[in-house]
């Protein structure tokens, strides 16, 4: 019950099976107050489709804790204000985690488009600097706990081959983190970004866009041949969040796994 008391802004969270809806069910299970932000549009023109929002919201409820509460919040954060209207409608907060990106519209450098890259970075990296920003005015000094979690990909363990945007973006992230974390120490937020490796939220199942056989050779790539479950990562999102993880500061930590890219 480490979290009861605090209130914790998780975005990302629009599908069951999701990283943000694994987080949250984590935090809500050590005391937390939720709001939970979901940005459905963008699921439904991806190839593993929309969760509904209820069955999303259920499978978190039961984990709640101490009366705890829980708010969900739509918003396409990569709209300008956004990210500002959405602390601001969440109330005073501990902990912030941006667990949300962009899908798709991505590309080769060679392929690359002016409209792509300025989408992946308004919403993977912009949305997350501003979100950090007015998380960071609002937060009392004096108030202990001050949490925020960004997330980032495998772009300094290895190449990512056709997500020149994306990979642009959340590269930003992992090497802004130092700085960040810099500026927030002194007002008693602690900043981590955490890479989760690859994780089966719905695109490494069959059927969604990779072949059998590729998701065999990959899963082959794991000692323990499997691919990453959406808690994996929650789990040490949660420690980090909690008073034990004070003492992480300004890391970008990698939760692969053991995953191999020879």
Same mark, same amino acid.
């Given at each position: 019950?480490?979290?009861?008391?605090?209130?914790?802004?998780?975005?990302?969270?629009?599908?069951?099976? =999701?990283?943000?809806?694994?987080? &949250?069910?984590?935090?809500?299970?050590?005391?937390?107050?939720?709001?939970?932000?979901?940005?459905?549009?963008?699921?439904?023109?991806?190839?593993?489709?929309?969760? #509904?929002?209820?069955?999303?919201?259920?499978?978190?409820?039961?984990?709640?804790?101490?009366? &705890?509460?829980?708010? #969900?919040?739509?918003?396409?954060? +990569? +709209?300008?204000?956004?990210?500002?209207?959405?602390?601001?409608?969440?109330?005073?907060?501990?902990?912030?985690?941006?667990?949300?990106?962009?899908?798709?519209?991505?590309?080769?450098?060679?392929?690359?488009?002016?409209?792509?890259?300025?989408?992946?970075?308004?919403? #993977?990296?912009?949305?997350?600097?501003?979100?950090? @920003? &007015?998380?960071?005015?609002?937060?009392?000094?004096?108030?202990?706990? =001050?949490?925020?979690?960004?997330?980032?990909?495998?772009?300094?363990?290895?190449?990512?081959?056709?997500?020149?945007?994306?990979?642009?973006? @959340?590269?930003?992230?992992? =090497?802004?983190?130092?700085?960040?974390?810099?500026?927030?120490?002194?007002?008693?937020?602690?900043? %981590?970004?955490? %890479?989760?490796?690859?994780?089966?939220?719905?695109?490494?199942?069959?059927?969604?866009?990779?072949?059998? &056989?590729?998701? #065999?050779?990959?899963?082959?790539?794991?000692?323990? @041949?499997?691919?990453?479950?959406?808690?994996?990562?929650?789990?040490?999102?949660?420690?980090?969040?909690?008073?034990?993880?004070?003492?992480?500061?300004?890391?970008?930590?990698?939760?692969?796994?053991?995953?191999?890219?020879?």
């Amino acid at each position: 019950m480490s979290l009861r008391g605090r209130t914790a802004l998780i975005t990302g969270v629009s599908r069951v099976d =999701g990283i943000g809806a694994a987080v &949250a069910r984590r935090l809500a299970a050590m005391g937390a107050d939720l709001v939970l932000h979901h940005h459905r549009p963008h699921d439904t023109d991806q190839p593993w489709g929309a969760d #509904d929002l209820d069955r999303v919201l259920d499978s978190i409820r039961p984990h709640l804790t101490g009366g &705890a509460t829980l708010t #969900d919040l739509p918003g396409d954060l +990569a +709209a300008p204000g956004a990210p500002e209207a959405l602390v601001r409608e969440a109330g005073p907060l501990d902990v912030l985690v941006c667990n949300h990106a962009r899908s798709g519209g991505d590309g080769t450098l060679a392929d690359i488009t002016l409209d792509e890259l300025d989408g992946h970075w308004a919403t #993977d990296a912009r949305s997350v600097l501003l979100l950090t @920003k &007015a998380f960071a005015a609002q937060h009392e000094p004096a108030r202990p706990g =001050g949490r925020v979690i960004w997330m980032t990909s495998g772009q300094q363990q290895g190449p990512m081959p056709g997500e020149v945007a994306y990979g642009a973006a @959340k590269a930003a992230l992992a =090497g802004i983190t130092p700085t960040v974390a810099d500026e927030l120490a002194d007002q008693g937020i602690v900043l %981590n970004t955490v %890479n989760p490796g690859p994780v089966n939220t719905g695109f490494l199942s069959p059927g969604m866009g990779i072949d059998d &056989a590729t998701l #065999d050779s990959l899963r082959e790539r794991f000692p323990g @041949k499997r691919f990453g479950t959406p808690d994996d990562p929650a789990r040490l999102i949660a420690w980090l969040v909690s008073d034990d993880g004070e003492w992480v500061v300004g890391q970008v930590l990698n939760t692969e796994g053991g995953f191999r890219r020879g």
